[in-house]
């Protein structure tokens, strides 16, 4: 059964560096989505993207946050120069209709 | 109060009993679903049930909406240990327009443990 799959599963970075998380959605699918997860809080929506543009992002996602889809397969986030709360597990979601499926998830540690 | 709110937040029962999870959120609708999330580990998705359905059924799991009570429920039949994991709900509201993307806004979770 297709899944999504996310490198690395964990990162671990300095203050001010920049990271970039990976994804590969399911390859049929249309819609892709990037979440996190602060330890012991809800997940929560940072940016959808649809026909290799933005299609709605959160209040979390500030410039500091960018997401491209390079070629046909992978969809990355980067971010630019992490802070300390940036520290969360960040999902990666696609979906072709309503069930949208998520990765394994990318443990981001920032010292 | 925030959209996709879950109680209990806790719930502790043996193996062989059901656990029924009870989700709540504020705005209309246009999916809720329910995914399972092991201790740091991935969200796994359960079920979906679109607004304009009152029960699902898939394997052991129930899923009912009752779009004017804004409210869900999730029930595991005969629970094993393996289902021992947090549980989420998730809704997505109404959308205008083809080839939109459609958030998702979790709720806080319940954590289900399931003892031998």
């Known amino acids: 059964e297709p899944e999504v799959t996310q490198t690395p599963s964990h990162q671990v970075t300095q203050m001010g560096q920049e990271v970039i998380l990976r994804c590969v959605p399911i390859?049929?699918?249309?819609?892709f989505y990037w979440y996190r997860q602060i330890l012991g809080q809800k997940v929560e929506f940072l940016v959808s993207?649809?026909?290799?543009?933005?299609?709605?992002k959160s209040e979390i996602f500030d410039d500091q946050f960018s997401v491209e889809r390079p070629d046909g397969s992978n969809f990355t986030l980067k971010i630019r120069s992490t802070k300390l709360e940036d520290s969360a597990m960040y999902f990666c979601?696609?979906?072709?209709?309503?069930?949208?499926?998520f990765g394994p998830g990318t443990r981001l540690t920032v010292l | 109060s925030q959209q996709g709110e879950e109680d209990p937040q806790a719930l502790s029962i043996q193996e062989g009993e059901n656990a029924t999870m009870n989700c709540s959120y504020k705005?209309?609708?246009?999916?809720l679903q329910w995914y399972r999330q092991n201790s740091g580990r991935g969200l796994v998705h359960l079920i979906l049930?679109?607004?304009n359905e009152r029960e699902k059924h898939s394997g052991r799991l129930r899923v009912t909406l009752d779009t004017s009570k804004k409210s869900s429920s999730l029930l595991i039949t005969a629970s094993r240990a393996a289902d021992t994991a947090s549980y989420f709900c998730?809704?997505?509201?109404?959308?205008w327009g083809a080839g939109t993307a459609s958030k998702l806004t979790f709720g806080t979770g319940t954590r289900l443990q399931v003892t031998l």
């Open positions: 993207f649809y026909n290799n543009e933005i299609s709605e």
């Open positions: 390859s049929n699918h249309l819609y």
């Open positions: 049930i679109r607004s």
């Open positions: 705005t209309s609708i246009n999916n």
């Open positions: 998730a809704t997505d509201q109404p959308r």
């Open positions: 979601a696609s979906s072709r209709l309503g069930t949208q499926y």
